[in-house]
């Protein structure tokens, strides 16, 4: 069975400085897809960042990058320039290849940004 | 420009009367899911279709269903809520199914269930 762990249930960021949000992972499953969602206070899950486990390179989109390490099984996400929009919480998930369609959940951390 | 739709935002319920939320989706995806999330807590799978084909999760409580009947809606149902049922209920969609792992999930705007 596959488990996310995020260590960090809370995070300030002062705006316009660049915060990491962490994120491991476990599984013996060698094919895997790593998602970042976002859940601002309204509720709704919105998709951030994708990153496959034969991907060879970082994924990135806009301000949000990840900071895949396979071998120690982190995929950390980078947010830069931080906004006071990105205050939420967020949420790291895996999804295996072939595990029945099955999205598994971290449980999040609450990033606060700041003035 | 709604793509995954649920209805109503808020709910709110008697301890043992069933109670049925919605969802519908414009993105003709085969896939639908449903997630509760209680406060402060990771989303957590309750059971999903895969076209009409129906899912359950192992620790899912029998009090909860599922209905599917056409492409673009699903239903949970929980047929005597109790006090511990009340949470954020999310509806999710995606694309592919088995054998792929990049296909995001789409998500409504929940429905928040309170039960008195």
């Known amino acids: 069975a596959q488990k996310i762990t995020q260590t960090q249930p809370g995070m300030f960021v002062q705006e316009k400085e660049a915060v990491t949000l962490d994120c491991t992972y476990d599984?013996?499953?060698?094919?895997?897809?790593l998602f970042w969602y976002k859940q601002p206070s309204s509720g709704e899950m919105i998709f951030l960042i994708y990153?496959?486990?034969?991907?060879?390179q970082n994924a990135t989109e806009g301000r949000y990058s990840l900071n895949f390490q396979k071998a120690r099984k982190s995929a950390n996400l980078v947010i830069s320039a931080s906004q006071l929009g990105d205050s939420a919480m967020y949420f790291c998930?895996?999804?295996?290849?072939?595990?029945?369609?099955?999205?598994?959940f971290g449980t999040g951390t609450q990033l606060k940004v700041e003035l | 420009d709604a793509m995954v739709i649920q209805n109503p935002r808020y709910q709110v319920t008697q301890f043992g009367k069933p109670v049925t939320l919605s969802c519908s989706q414009t993105l003709n995806h085969n896939v639908m899911y449903w997630y509760q999330q209680k406060s402060s807590q990771a989303p957590k799978l309750l059971f999903h279709?895969?076209?009409?084909?129906?899912?359950n999760e192992a620790d899912t409580p029998d009090n909860f269903q599922s209905r599917r009947p056409n492409t673009s809606f699903c239903f949970l149902d929980i047929r005597s809520p109790g006090l511990g049922d009340a949470a954020m209920y999310l509806c999710?969609?995606?694309?592919?199914?088995?054998?792929?792992?990049?296909?995001?999930?789409?998500f409504g705007s929940g429905t928040q269930l309170s039960v008195l």
């Open positions: 279709y895969y076209d009409k084909d129906f899912n």
């Open positions: 990153q496959g486990s034969y991907d060879q």
């Open positions: 999710a969609t995606s694309r592919a199914g088995t054998g792929v792992a990049n296909e995001k999930l789409f």
């Open positions: 599984t013996s499953d060698p094919s895997y897809g």
């Open positions: 998930a895996m999804k295996l290849t072939g595990g029945g369609n099955k999205l598994t």
